[in-house]
């Protein structure tokens, strides 16, 4: 009974972790007029923000393949979440462009990392009802996203800088990475037995057809969610005349049904197949999005970007579940070659979308957005057919 209440302390932190990680990371397209006005920038020039943080990001994807195997899953949590919270309160700090941008770089590396290896010790110790506890992690991650937008933009009315805003962030997950620190030493784990968990690399997984198409449904996936993430807010700033908070709330409105589908799939993967609902949930998801792209009303508009969320937003959990079950003894592996997926995705797309809005318009930059819901759905459609083939 005791080993139990420990483990569940245990995870519990970990959840904890996930969603204080993501309450920071969240803020970038909050503050993207900001940014662009302090550092004397356009609409077309925005995406060097998310380029470097998304670059960041796949850097420590690569760095993870080395030297994970160096550590446990544990030391690597720990410190990687050291890094990105000293790195938010050195963002306090940074006056100048260069110094920002090679902190976003850093901050980059280490969250990354840290979701890595966090997620990889989910699914470790939860051979059993893997995708429910995939989809709670990642709930915890759409919460935190929820929460990090509008507390940004509030908080902007009561700090006379951003940069100050990322510094208590920085702060708070210190406090945070203390507590953590001191209650995981008397904590127990024991993962399943049978289970790898030596952290060594085996990229022969990519020879499979399988992988490569969960791959590619992942890159285009995540292109969607950091389009939404950076460029809404600015979006319904510049096209609809409001204010900083309401432009957040559309990205909110988001993150929203993103929890609600992810911790909705955490009950359905009971049911039905990982594969059944990620088909269903981002062929609803494209439709909705697109209409509330096309149709010139903010409340339109509102609504396309919760449905985003609330049909396809448990896309990343899902698709991981998928991977892992189908490489259950490279869960390592399946965790790399996906985030470094997840990582490209959120480095291209944004970027391509800034391009779009500069060059063309706004409004083609959200179609855009809604293009990358249908890249990741023609994938999963593939993988689907080639399970089919394989009788499996």
């Keep these: 009974m005791e080993k139990k209440k420990n483990n569940t302390a245990y995870f519990f932190l970990l959840y904890l972790l996930f969603f204080s990680y993501a309450v920071g990371t969240s803020i970038l397209g909050t503050f993207m007029v900001d940014f662009l006005n302090d550092f004397g920038l356009d609409v077309s020039e925005g995406g060097i923000f998310t380029i470097l943080y998304y670059s960041g990001c796949f850097a420590g994807v690569i760095v993870s393949a080395f030297v994970l195997k160096m550590f446990k899953n544990r030391t690597w949590i720990w410190v990687t979440y050291a890094v990105y919270s000293v790195g938010m309160i050195l963002v306090s700090r940074a006056d ?8 976003l770089l850093l901050i980059g590396i280490a969250t990354k990392f840290l979701d890595l290896t966090i997620n990889t010790e989910i699914s470790v110790y939860h051979e059993e009802n893997k995708g429910f506890y995939m989809n709670l992690l990642h709930g915890c991650f759409g919460a935190g996203s929820f929460v990090g937008p509008l ?30 620190l001191i209650k995981e030493k008397a904590l127990v784990r024991e993962p399943r037995e049978g289970v790898r968990d030596d952290n060594h690399m085996n990229f022969g997984i990519l020879k499979s057809p399988a992988i490569v198409c969960l791959i590619a449904a992942m890159f285009f996936y995540c292109g969607h969610q950091g389009g939404i993430s950076t460029w809404v807010p600015l979006y319904l700033q510049y096209q609809y005349g409001v204010s900083t908070f309401a432009g957040s709330l559309g990205s909110s409105l988001f993150w929203i049904g993103l929890v609600v589908s992810r911790i909705g799939c955490s009950k359905l993967t009971e049911r039905f197949k990982e594969e059944q609902l990620l088909l269903a949930g981002l062929g609803l998801a494209i439709v909705f999005h697109f209409s509330g792209v096309v149709l010139p009303v903010l ?76 890249g990741s759905m023609l994938f999963a459609i593939f993988f689907w057919r080639y399970k089919k083939l394989k009788g499996r």
């Design 299 to 374: 409340a339109f508009a509102m609504l396309g970007y919760l449905a985003a969320g609330l049909f396809a937003g448990a896309a990343i959990p899902l698709i991981l579940t998928i991977g892992y079950k189908e490489c259950p003894d490279f869960q390592s592996t399946v965790s790399v070659v996906f985030f470094m997926s997840i990582s490209l995705g959120q480095i291209v797309f944004p970027w391509m979308m800034g391009v779009i809005c500069g060059e063309f318009g706004l409004f083609w930059g959200m179609v855009s957005n809604v293009l990358c819901l249908a």
């Design 96 to 103: 100048t462009l260069a110094v920002f941008l090679a902190l």
């Design 151 to 180: 507390l940004a933009a509030k908080l902007l009315s009561v700090f006379p800088r951003w940069q100050m805003i990322y510094g208590y962030i920085g702060m708070l997950c210190l406090i945070i990475l203390i507590i953590f």
